[in-house]
T-cell receptor, first 114, second 116 residues
């Protein structure tokens, strides 16, 4: 079946340090989405990447989609305590079992020392 | 008011009991989903529905059933709950995009279920 590898599982940083989480797929993807879940909250959509090699920025967050559309990364520059939470990638492969649906990675839990 | 509402938010039940989790949405989306979240395992898709007459199994449908009563309502049932179904359950909706892909998911607040 479709495998979604997200690393690392946990990351603890000092406030102000950078943070990166990676997702790798065994198949070529239609698109990839990123979500953030605050502690005790629900996942909230951050962005969707569709094009090969795409790079998108949201303030201190940079999202990349690999040239082969099999991997993606989320990079946060100069983390702040508001960045605490779990970041999930969600991969979509329109050829998977004949129906479009998202498959989530295990998530990277980010904690920050102020 | 929340666009995607789940009830109950918390439920403790015993093994063998029937449980229903309800989801309603005001977003007007055709697509609705039920996900299960366990620590360290991300979100796993249980069932999904693209319209009122459409029901599809997800990755982990065994032990669960669903009903799409209307465009706005999608309920999840555990006919005979067991302890390993203790988890956080999320309902989500999406509009779908021009390519036919899922599009952005909008999640409810979650329903925490404990089966003793």
């Amino acid at each position: 079946g479709q495998q979604v590898m997200q690393i690392p599982q946990y990351q603890h940083v000092q406030e102000g340090e950078d943070f990166t989480t990676y997702c790798n797929s065994s198949t070529t993807l239609s698109n990839i989405q990123w979500y953030k879940q605050r502690p005790g909250g629900h996942p909230v959509f951050l962005i969707q990447l569709v094009k090969s090699g795409e790079v998108k920025k949201q303030k201190r967050l940079t999202f990349q989609f690999g040239e082969a559309k099999k991997n993606s990364s989320l990079h946060i520059t100069a983390t702040q305590t508001t960045d605490v939470g779990t970041y999930f990638c969600a991969e979509e492969n329109s050829h998977f079992q004949g129906a479009q649906k998202l498959v989530f990675g295990q998530g990277t839990r980010l904690t920050i020392n102020p | 008011d929340a666009d995607v509402t789940q009830t109950p938010r918390n439920r403790i039940t015993k093994t063998g009991k029937r449980i229903m989790l309800e989801c309603s949405q005001t977003k007007g989306h055709d697509r609705m989903y039920w996900y299960r979240q366990d620590p360290g395992l991300g979100l796993q898709l249980i069932y999904y529905s693209f319209d009122v007459k459409d029901i599809n199994k997800g990755e982990i449908s065994d032990g669960y059933s669903v009903s799409r009563q209307a465009q706005a309502k999608f309920s999840l049932s555990l006919e005979s709950a067991i302890p390993n179904q203790t988890a956080l359950y999320f309902c989500a909706t999406s509009k779908g995009d021009r390519a036919g892909d899922t599009g952005e998911l909008f999640f409810g607040e979650g329903s925490r279920l404990t089966v003793l």
